[in-house]
């Protein structure tokens, strides 16, 4: 899907400032994409909202039914099909449904039990439920789902641990249970575990006919990602690297999520699945979280000591694998050659460790042709500049 609230071509995955700011919430609220809009979460005082943009000037509050004292909104949205539970001062927490094309509006079921992990693909509406806790399990919990229009409740689990960590895309639901990531086929009924292992695991995300999650069979305390294809049941190691990685999103495309490898602020990696090559996709001078995958639009939250903002970049417009060599963002030495892809002119800017620049390509059309920059040169760091703007990046040769 290509994103018409705004885009933003970056070259070699490294965010900038140049890339659309669509909200500045209070809180790192949460949000939902479908079609060219988002639904985000914000406040007004005290007082939660939902807001509707179709872009960055075009936004809307939603009026639907909630408690006066709304202070939180969990929900999902998809195809201008919304699900909420609205959190207010009394303990009553129905799941409504409004169409917003038609502007239907509806109660699902008539427990008022709490209930979280909302969510939509636009055909079924699936939460985590706690109507069956009792004092003998009071970690009850359990996955509903109703399909829509019908609005029939159906129960998915039925034993008395935890579930939770719910998340549903493209007919297929996945949540953790007992700490593995449980997954079923909502046209075939279909139910199975993730993967064999028994590590704990958590955090699944689905899309693109593939399901990742976080793994911790190899570091208890340090989870790697893991994928599934959900077509031939096959089971990979997405991302082992030191630290922890957490919170993956997935499309057909990509997929990326917070990564912790270098300590300090969340950055977001990726892995573009046409060639396989891992790279940083933010900066680590600022904290980038909640990845969500559109195809190959990205959206994410950045926060500073400032500000708070919700980001978006068509990564389909990145330029394709530099000789297979992986991008990182940071300090590093230039190899001899390099091979650059693409078919826009660029300039090519070299720092040495004073930050003296020099232009050490001029207007170059990065058509495939390998343009050499020598070792014993000094510059650490290099800065390309295009019609994508500036984006400061280094690299290092796949081993």
Not at 18 to 41: E, K, N, Q, T
Not at 314 to 324: D, F, G, R, V, Y
Not at 367 to 385: A, D, F, H, I, M
């Amino acid at each position: 899907m290509k994103s018409t609230i705004l885009s933003s071509l970056i070259l070699f995955g490294i965010a900038s400032s140049a890339d659309p700011i669509l909200f500045s919430p209070i809180s790192g609220a949460p949000f939902a994409i479908s079609g060219d809009s988002v639904m985000i979460m914000n406040y007004a005082g005290s007082i939660a909202n939902l807001n509707l943009a179709t872009s960055p000037t075009q936004t809307s509050k939603l009026n639907i039914p909630a408690p006066a004292d709304v202070y939180y909104f969990d929900f999902d949205y998809k195809n201008r099909h919304l699900a909420y539970v609205a959190l207010g001062g009394i303990a009553s927490y129905p799941l409504q449904y409004r169409n917003l094309a038609t502007g239907t509006q509806d109660t699902i079921g008539s427990s008022t039990y709490y209930k979280e992990d909302i969510h939509t693909d636009g055909q079924w509406i699936a939460w985590v439920d706690y109507r069956n806790v009792s004092t003998r399990t009071p970690n009850n919990s359990e996955v509903y789902l109703t399909s829509i229009p019908a609005m029939v409740e159906t129960r998915v689990t039925s034993d008395t641990i935890f579930q939770g960590s719910l998340t549903l895309a493209e007919g297929v639901l996945a949540w953790v249970e007992g700490g593995q990531v449980i997954l079923k086929n909502l046209t075939s009924n279909i139910q199975s575990p993730a993967s064999t292992s028994n590590a704990y695991q958590d955090n699944p995300s689905l899309g693109g006919g593939y399901a990742v999650w976080e793994d911790y069979r190899e570091n208890a305390s340090a989870a790697d990602i893991w994928l599934k294809n959900l077509a031939t049941g096959s089971v990979t190691t997405l991302c082992n690297a030191s630290g922890h990685q957490g919170h993956p999103a997935v499309s057909n495309t990509w997929a990326v999520w917070e990564d912790y490898r270098a300590g300090g602020f969340g950055v977001l990696w990726g892995q573009r699945f046409s060639d396989g090559v891992e790279m940083a996709l933010t900066s680590p001078g600022t904290h980038s979280e909640q990845p969500y995958l559109v195809g190959s639009q990205l959206y994410w939250y950045e926060m500073d000591s400032s500000s708070i903002r919700l980001l978006t970049r068509n990564l389909a417009i990145e330029p394709t694998s530099i000789n297979k060599a992986t991008v990182v963002y940071g300090f590093s030495l230039i190899p001899e050659g390099m091979l650059v892809s693409g078919n826009s002119p660029i300039q090519v800017e070299g720092f040495n460790a004073r930050g003296a620049k020099v232009v050490l390509v001029q207007n170059a059309q990065p058509n495939g042709q390998t343009l050499v920059y020598p070792k014993e040169s000094g510059y650490t760091l290099l800065r390309v500049k295009g019609p994508w703007g500036i984006r400061s990046i280094s690299f290092h040769k796949a081993n």
